[in-house]
């Protein structure tokens, strides 16, 4: 009784045993692929073209495995010393970002592997901004930044998405320079703005030189006026005084011989 009892129980378990290997084979046989990802079906290892779409998918116990690929926008954000083309040290930040494309993944996922922003996204990254950076000097990579960001976009584009990535955005975020250079820009600044308010000063003095210039020349042509008012009222001032004169010496005779040319001065008063 005891020996049938115990026999009973090892039959049990084998029987519970087999249901639990039966019931994780089945659920081993299902997979998720969440929205934004694609899956790589790989069967001992080896990768298959097909690709595996979001939602549930089948595949065979301890024979395949569904690698996921992520075909979301990513951000990779890098931080990288270098020097421009007058050999100032810059340190700048990037931020970039990109996704897989789904039709790439497959070869992605074969060439590169999972670990593609390491291996790919972030060394071009930082190629792209040390050879654009190289071609500009340290004023123009603060007066022509939305063009630099361009160029290195555009740099980066080209080494990246030969290969199945998508570039979607790329930004500077921080842009610095040494020390001794953000000094001798601060100082360039104070020189300038002082040079500024020197040609303003040289400017308002101008205009007010100019100014009493012609203020000058319209109180000379005032005193021109009346200069000239001045003489002529005095003129007729000393016409009127020898006609005075004459009149005061005259005895009320007319002259008895008068010439041709000869005239009485005052009977035209």
Known sequence: ????????????AVIILFVLIF????????????????????????ANQDIVQEGLNLQIPMIERIVLMDCRT??????????????????LKVAVNY???????????KNIGVNYESIMISPSILESVKSVTAQYTAEELITKRSEVSDKMEE????????????VIDFNITDLDFSAAYNQAIEKKQVAEQEAKQAEYELEKAKIENEKK????????KVMQVQDSS????????????????????????LPSTVTGDSVIPFLDI
Do not use: H
Request: overall charge positive; charged content about 25%.
């Open 1 to 12: 009784m005891k020996a049938t009892s115990i026999k009973a129980k090892i039959i049990l």
């Open 23 to 46: 019931l994780s084979i089945l659920f081993s046989s299902f997979t998720s692929v969440p929205t934004g990802y694609v899956g790589i079906r790989t069967r001992f290892g080896k």
């Open 74 to 91: 990513q951000k990779a954000e890098i931080d990288c010393s270098t020097a421009s083309r007058d050999l100032q040290e810059v340190t």
């Open 99 to 109: 996704n897989v494309t789904v039709d790439n993944a497959y070869s992605i996922y």
């Open 155 to 166: 740099s980066l584009k080209g080494k990246i998405e030969s290969r199945g990535f998508s």
């Open 213 to 220: 210039i012609a203020e000058a020349e319209a109180n000379a």
């Open 230 to 253: 001045t003489t002529e009222n005095a003129l007729k001032l000393k016409e009127l005084e020898i006609k005075n004169k004459f009149i005061e010496k005259w005895n009320g005779n």
